[in-house]
T-cell receptor, first 112, second 114 residues
Framework: DGGITQSPKYLFRKEGQNVTLSCEQNLNHDAMYWYRQDPGQGLRLIYYSQIVNDFQKGDIAEGYSVSREKKESFPLTVTSAQKNPTAFYLC???????????FGQGTRLTVV | AQSVTQPDIHITVSEGASLELRCNYSYGATPYLFWYVQSPGQGLQLLLKYFSGDTLVQGIKGFEAEFKRSQSSFNLRKPSVHWSDAAEYFCAVDSGAGSYQLTFGKGTKLSVIP
């Protein structure tokens, strides 16, 4: 079945360590997104990519990095520069602007 | 920059009552509009979408939404709420200008009283 897979579901890291969240889709979608979700804040856009080897910063890109080497994959690295990384992270993809986005089940990152 | 406002943080309704969740957007042209629902700890599921044409759109689970250009609104409605509708609801907008940027509101949490 086609879909978006985020792994792992739960992730624990020590403060000061970089961590990479995985997002893979087999829907043949061009665009992929990373959102951060905190209670009462809704979904805030971190990065998005329209095509392979190209991506744009969203509203809260500081302390994060991404790559888009393959159409199917859009990993997110949370660096030690991110001041408050503990959050729920959601990955999404869609074909283009006039289509809906499909979401993964999320990764809950806890930094201690 | 485009933005989405959901004025109600938390709404409580009785089962069987009608529901309206508000959504306003800031983009001047006609954007692409979406409503999503999220259960705790899960991803988001699409309820309905509006791109063009008929301003009243039907979605899954008995939901509908009406696009009102004059008010820059895209409110979600349901005639009779079920206990299983308790969740968080998000309105989202794409400017439609080819940027592919998808912006979400802060969400409205719906509680249903049996």
């Amino acid at each position: 079945d086609g879909g978006i897979t985020q792994s792992p579901k739960y992730l624990f890291r020590k403060e000061g360590q970089n961590v990479t969240l995985s997002c893979e889709q087999n829907l043949n979608h061009d665009a992929m997104y990373w959102y951060r979700q905190d209670p009462g804040q809704g979904l805030r856009l971190i990065y998005y990519s329209q095509i392979v080897n190209d991506f744009q910063k969203g509203d809260i890109a500081e302390g994060y990095s991404v790559s888009r080497e393959k159409k199917e994959s859009f990993p997110l690295t949370v660096t030690s520069a991110q001041k408050n990384p503990t959050a729920f992270y959601l990955c999404a993809s869609r074909v283009r602007g006039d289509t809906e986005a499909f979401f993964g089940q999320g990764t809950r990152l806890t930094v201690v | 920059a485009q933005s989405v406002t959901q004025p109600d943080i938390h709404i409580t309704v009785s089962e069987g009552a009608s529901l309206e969740l508000r959504c306003n957007y800031s983009y001047g042209a006609t954007p692409y509009l979406f409503w999503y629902v999220q259960s705790p700890g899960q991803g988001l599921q699409l309820l309905l979408k509006y791109f063009s044409g008929d301003t009243l759109v039907q979605g899954i689970k008995g939901f509908e939404a009406e696009f009102k250009r004059s008010q820059s609104s895209f409110n979600l409605r349901k005639p009779s709420v079920h206990w299983s509708d308790a969740a968080e609801y998000f309105c989202a907008v794409d400017s439609g200008a080819g940027s592919y940027q998808l912006t979400f509101g802060k969400g409205t949490k719906l509680s249903v009283i049996p």
